[in-house]
């Protein structure tokens, strides 16, 4: 018994085995496509098989699954690599008698052709069927990793666009009605193709789970694993699927030559747009599978396969002549019918293998390729004894198809009914993933997560953060979070910055933020800080309390803000003894600015002493007005008229009177009149209007704030008591008066008080 066991490749080592991994796909898939598949319904056609000739052709595909346990016997003895590889060159070896079945013919022995060709096809899916053991194991450790989805997408889009070139290039051999030695060179070209993809195998690694499986036996592990109801409905629904898009597939040749009368080429022709669904639906996969998860993903290529069968029960038969109808329309069909069920059986391959652990990858991939073998080779063959019954009830093929393909359109809907309840395996939900498929945002944001993933320029890295940042997405998270912890500081500040810019935040981001602001001072831990304001994050309030006394001074800054923002009234008083104390200019400016984030009257006194201290710089002067215009209540509305003011302060008696006419204005207007239906307060607005204009003329030009403090002290007492007290106060104080910008404010928070009272 074979007990080796490959150890886990380094990024160098997984990085050579993909890239040969990938060659092998490419040269096996052009083998692929010239021995199996439309090729082999074509050739058969040709040999006049009926209906029920080409479901057993179609299923014998699927019969390869069933000799997968002789594959797993085999891995006792020899590594799953030499089993994949000889079997590989066996199966290839095994179809050169198909290239002699056109000479048979030739000779006049046509009751020999078809017998040798089924022969050939069952023995080389056989061959195939036991080398497929390695399939899943030598899968599951090349894509090892978060890239897992991605990159087994990718060996569909290869496999997909090699098919498909393949295929244009046999239906340009092939034309309409080509002479029957043209499959003869065809068949060869596969089979040497065949042989060298087998060669490429001798350089990848053995995969780990090779030589048998601990934890029991095959039986023992299958009765565990179907005692879980995730894994039966899985099955269950897989072997539908299977099923569906076998039938639906496999007679799409058959439907364009019997019901269309369409000539070899052009069926061929028709096979490559099947190859380019194919190949677009890999590349939608891969684009999408690692951001939104592979249950959503599922359900839409079903729900495209679903939508991609409907047109066949519909198209019309008056349009069967019509080469301008038919031709797009076959088109389509192949395009749109390999798009939705290839990519359903692409994306099921993936989602088993993130279903299943990988010390039973290698039983449950037999059973796994079980049930896709008995779904496909039963749906073909039943499909196939089914037309032909159809026909011999007297319907043309046109009506035959519609019947059976209608058949499958309730199957599908079946199944989509049955995908809502499978485990989503960190999946999005399907409506979110939906969202995020039809979201520019979404869509550009995984973009740039692609391209970041791929550089390792310094320059182009920072850009791509910076991008993620103006177009913020929660698919990056998990990203961001990977490049916050970048041993590059401009790295991890621009990770940060983008994090700071998601709408929410996971509990993981929310963990690593407050970890960045404890590791990381005097570099990125104020960024971290400030996120954790901005989102709100309410665990981080005691260690945002240490931190406002970090010797890193931004740091602690952002730490105030942060206690502002999260409301962390009990540590209020110690922020205003803080910004009176310390020399720090910025903690002094991001000190008031919390002040006017919280919002309290009681912090005004601590602000008008800034004010109060010996020629204050203009910069704190401008953060303290503006935190005690958003304490006041009118920040937004004031900052315009401070801006202005700031641009020409010759102009503070100009602005002043401007704002006391504008409230008297707004006071006598008849429509604001009438909502005041107290007369009492109708008189006493009308006295405080024609009293405010000589309090700003004396406060704003001659610096005498009496009758302003007597106009606020008359106002009666409600909500804003406070606020009134300290500024009828403040407005008499020379070191206050002194300050346009506080004579301004004083002035337009009165005007506020009479175009909105609060009465």
């Not at 997405?473 to 998990?478: I, K, M, P, T, V």
């Not at 940060?496 to 509990?507: G, H, K, Q, S, V």
């Given at each position: 018994m074979n007990n080796y066991m490959a150890e886990a490749l380094s990024p160098y080592r997984l990085g050579k085995a993909r890239e040969l991994y990938n060659l092998f796909n490419v040269v096996n898939s052009f083998s692929w496509t010239l021995l199996t598949g439309n090729i082999i319904t074509l050739f058969a056609l040709r040999l006049k098989a009926n209906s029920t000739t080409i479901g057993a052709l179609s299923a014998l595909i699927y019969v390869a699954f069933f000799f997968l346990p002789l594959g797993k016997l085999l891995a006792k003895w020899f590594s799953i690599i030499q089993i994949y590889r000889v079997t590989w060159i066996l199966r290839s070896l095994i179809m050169i008698p198909l290239v002699f079945v056109p000479l048979v013919v030739s000779v006049g022995r046509q009751d020999l052709a078809m017998p040798m060709t089924l022969l050939g096809v069952l023995a080389f899916h056989m061959f195939r069927g036991i080398g497929m053991i390695g399939n899943n194991p030598v899968l599951s450790t090349l894509a090892a990793g978060p890239g897992r989805g991605s990159y087994m997408t990718q060996i569909q889009v290869i496999n997909s666009a090699v098919g498909m070139f393949a295929g244009f290039a046999i239906a340009m051999l092939l034309g309409r009605s080509p002479p029957l030695f043209f499959y003869s060179i065809i068949f060869a070209a596969g089979i040497v193709s065949g042989i060298f993809s087998a060669v490429l195998l001798k350089g990848i690694p053995e995969p780990e789970t090779s030589g048998g499986e601990g934890g029991g036996g095959f039986f023992s592990m299958l009765r565990s694993s179907w005692g879980q109801a995730s894994f039966r409905r899985f099955i269950g629904i897989f072997f539908l699927v299977a099923l569906i898009s076998a039938v639906a597939r496999a007679f799409l040749a058959v439907y364009s030559r019997e019901a269309f009368s369409q000539g070899d080429g052009m069926v061929s022709l028709y096979s490559v747009f099947g190859g380019l669904g194919a190949l677009m639906a890999g590349l939608a996969i891969k684009f999408l599978v690692d951001r939104i998860g592979v249950k959503p993903i599922y359900l839409v290529c079903v729900i495209i396969g679903l939508l991609g069968i409907l047109p066949v029960i519909f198209f019309p038969s008056g349009s069967v002549e019509n080469l301008t109808?038919?031709?797009?329309?076959?088109?389509?069909?192949?395009?749109?019918?390999?798009?939705?069920?290839?990519?359903?059986?692409?994306?099921?391959?993936?989602?088993?293998?993130?279903?299943?652990p990988v010390e039973s990858m290698l039983n449950m991939g037999i059973v796994y390729f079980f049930v896709f073998g008995l779904a496909g080779a039963g749906g073909s063959f039943l499909a196939g004894i089914f037309l032909d019954f159809c026909t011999s009830l007297g319907f043309s093929s046109f009506v035959s198809f519609k019947i059976l393909y209608g058949l499958l359109v309730l199957m599908t809907l079946g199944v989509l009914i049955l995908q809502r309840k499978l485990v989503s395996l960190g999946s999005l939900p399907f409506k979110g993933a939906m969202e995020v498929m039809f979201s520019i945002r979404d869509l550009r944001a995984i973009t740039l997560l692609d391209r970041l993933d791929k550089t390792s320029d310094r320059e182009e890295e920072e850009a791509l953060l910076e991008a993620l940042r103006e177009?913020?997405?929660?698919?990056?998270?998990?990203?961001?979070?990977?490049?916050?912890?970048?041993?590059?500081?401009?790295?991890?500040?621009?990770?940060?910055?983008?994090?700071?810019?998601?709408?929410?935040?996971?509990?993981?981001?929310?963990r690593a933020l407050i970890e960045d602001t404890i590791s990381h001072p005097y570099t990125t831990a104020y960024i971290s800080a400030r996120a954790l304001g901005n989102h709100r994050i309410y665990a981080a309030i005691p260690i945002l309390r240490e931190l406002s006394v970090s010797g890193d001074y931004m740091l602690a800054a952002e730490a105030l803000i942060a206690l502002a923002k999260l409301k962390d009234e009990a540590f209020r008083p110690e922020i205003e003894a803080l910004i009176l104390s310390t020399a720090n200019p910025r903690l002094k400016i991001r000190g008031a600015e919390a002040l006017g984030i919280y919002g309290s009257p009681h912090s005004l006194p601590t602000l008008t002493d800034l004010l109060r201290a010996a020629d204050p710089p203009p910069y704190l002067k401008d953060t303290v007005i503006l935190s005690m215009a958003a304490i006041l209540g009118v920040q937004d509305q004031f900052y315009p008229l401070l801006v202005r003011f700031l641009g020409d302060e010759s102009q503070i008696t100009t602005l002043c009177m401007d704002e006391a006419e504008s409230a008297f204005e707004y006071q006598a207007a008849p429509r604001n009149r009438k909502r005041r239906r107290d007369r009492a307060t109708r008189l006493f607005l009308d006295k405080q209007a024609q009293a405010l204009s000589p309090a700003v003329a004396a406060f704003a030009g001659e610096r005498q704030g009496g009758l302003l403090s007597r106009w606020l002290l008359e106002w009666p007492d409600g909500s804003d008591t406070i606020a009134r007290l300290v500024m009828a106060e403040a407005v008499l104080e020379d070191p206050l008066t002194v300050h346009g910008r506080f004579r301004l404010l004083a002035v337009y928070w009165a005007a506020q008080k009479l175009r909105s009272p609060a009465l």
């Open positions: 109808t038919v031709v797009p329309f076959l088109s389509f069909l192949h395009f749109i019918v390999n798009f939705g069920f290839l990519g359903s059986e692409g994306i099921a391959q993936t989602y088993f293998l993130a279903l299943v177009a913020p997405s929660e698919l990056a998270a998990r990203e961001l979070l990977d490049r916050a912890r970048s041993p590059r500081l401009a790295t991890r500040s621009e990770a940060l910055r983008a994090l700071d810019a998601l709408e929410t935040l996971n509990e993981e981001v929310e």
